[in-house]
């Protein structure tokens, strides 16, 4: 089941709000909310909740066990657990195939399938118990508030990656009111239109121009073009679903870290990690690259084991390795080289220097086939390209002009400058107030009408981040 699926927006959504606020009591609504987020998660394939609920177990009783006995121990353990869990279920057929490519290697590689949004509350459970180790927060007594945090269907799919810190006091005590509901509404039905509107969109531009079937008939322009509209589907594709999670979060009581901050606006490659998926870049930074040392001690050596970890972790493919060791350049120069070019530069050149090294980025990315994408980066320099502009391409720009146009905007922070003109109005006066209030209830019913109308007459509605 996934958020932007009218049986999970009209019929698991209102379902579960309705069980979590037909009684009062934080003990009714987190049963409620756990009973709800197994269901979720079990609704692909039941068997792997018990996979989940053995790693919440796991480390429940390490927590505990960690006031009592060896700490360091405890925490290794856990640990080692908790990675040997990711590595068997979504990196075993990686490592096997790897060993294969070996002279004299043929081993059976295994079929397992991988569950849903393993990678994220993995990386919860370990921030969860490293945080204990730190002794930056208690242990959680209750098991069954322990499963609430790691099971929450509105960030287990796709984040953000929720630290047990910045939700501990929400879990144990939250009373949601009218505003909260009303934010986030409004926040998912933000999110939903995104998904359904701008990057479904954009996906179905992209796969026209990057599907290696069209190789042969692919200009140079036509290769930049569909790479353009990737670029902007799997932002508007990720950052649509962490508008979704933290809308349904507000919505709930919790308030959710943001995940994405127009990170396309960024004028360096640092600055664009410091935009883009902010809930994993600060995971890594604060569990994997300050603990090796940070920049005090092998600051290249750290930032190396970091982005080739960042790169696997988005998935068992050689190519996202090189997809994070492609980033793993550009960071490593941009401190002592880069950034005094990029600060004698005029802004629109920094900016395009990150959208080139970006876009470029997303090749990697997209193909897992090494093959197609050399290819299809031989077509963007002209390498086997059928000639630099087509027809095709030509006709496809006029026909949807202004769909891109609005699909470039909506990069750039124009909604939120537009919410903080009408916050500033709305504090004017009371009337003023409800005139805001009464813009936002149209504007969300709009974007969720809108967004229903495209789910329900296009069949076209992947979502890139799930297989993570």
């Given at each position: 089941m996934v958020f932007s699926s009218l049986l999970f927006?009209?019929?698991?959504?209102?379902?579960?709000?309705?069980?979590?606020?037909?009684?009062?009591?934080?003990?009714?609504?987190?049963g409620a909310l756990i009973v709800f987020s197994l269901i979720f998660y079990a609704w692909g394939e039941p068997v792997v909740v018990f996979l989940m609920?053995?790693?919440?177990?796991?480390?429940?009783?390490?927590?505990?066990?960690?006031n009592r006995r060896r700490r360091k121990i405890i925490l290794i353990a856990a640990i080692v657990f908790d990675i040997a869990m990711l590595l068997v279920f979504k990196y075993s057929g990686f490592l096997v195939e790897t060993l294969n490519a070996l002279p004299g290697i043929s081993l059976p590689v295994p079929n397992i399938a991988l569950p849903i949004g393993i990678s994220f509350y993995t990386f919860q459970v370990v921030s969860y118990i490293v945080d204990i180790y730190r002794g930056e927060v208690e242990p959680q007594t209750s098991f069954p508030r322990l499963l609430l945090y790691v099971s929450m269907f509105p960030q287990l799919v796709a984040g953000p990656i929720v630290r047990y810190g910045h939700i501990a006091r929400e879990i144990g005590k939250r009373e949601p009111d009218f505003k909260d509901i009303c934010a986030g509404m409004n926040r998912f039905a933000c999110g939903l239109a995104k998904k359904a509107i701008l990057a479904n969109i954009c996906g179905s531009l992209s796969a026209t121009y990057m599907d290696s079937a069209h190789f042969g008939s692919l200009s140079v322009m036509g290769a930049w073009f569909g790479l353009l509209m990737y670029t902007l589907e799997i932002y508007f594709d990720f950052s649509a679903y962490s508008d979704m999670a933290i809308g349904m979060g507000r919505m709930l009581g919790f308030r959710y870290h943001e995940n994405f901050r127009y990170p396309y606006i960024a004028q360096s490659v640092?600055?664009?990690?410091?935009?883009?998926?902010?809930?994993?870049s600060s995971f890594f930074r604060d569990y994997v690259y300050i603990p090796l040392g940070g920049s005090r001690k092998g600051r290249i050596r750290n930032l190396l084991i970091v982005w080739a970890l960042t790169g696997l972790w988005h998935g068992a493919s050689w190519n996202f390795v090189l997809w994070g060791l492609w980033y793993f350049v550009f960071i490593a120069l941009e401190k002592p080289v880069l950034n005094r070019v990029l600060k004698a530069a005029p802004r629109p050149l920094r900016h395009l220097y990150l959208m080139l090294v970006v876009m470029l980025g997303w090749v990697w990315f997209y193909f897992t086939d090494m093959g197609e994408m050399v290819a299809f980066l031989g077509r963007l320099f002209g390498v086997g390209a059928a000639g630099f502009i087509d027809m095709g391409l030509r006709l496809e720009v006029t026909n949807n002009v202004f769909f891109i146009f609005v699909a470039l905007l909506a990069c750039f922070?124009?909604?939120?400058?537009?919410?903080?003109?009408?916050a500033r109005f709305a504090r004017r006066s009371a009337k003023a107030e409800h005139v805001i209030f009464l813009l936002r209830c149209a504007v969300t019913g709009a974007l969720l009408l809108a967004g229903t109308v495209l789910l329900v007459g296009n069949s076209y509605n992947p979502f890139i981040y799930f297989r993570f």
């Open positions: 927006i009209y019929v698991f959504l209102p379902a579960c709000l309705l069980c979590c606020f037909i009684r009062r009591g934080v003990s009714w609504r987190n609920l053995t790693t919440v177990a796991v480390n429940y009783e390490a927590a505990l066990l960690m640092t600055e664009f990690w410091r935009r883009w998926h902010i809930s994993l922070p124009v909604v939120r400058v537009l919410k903080q003109h009408c």
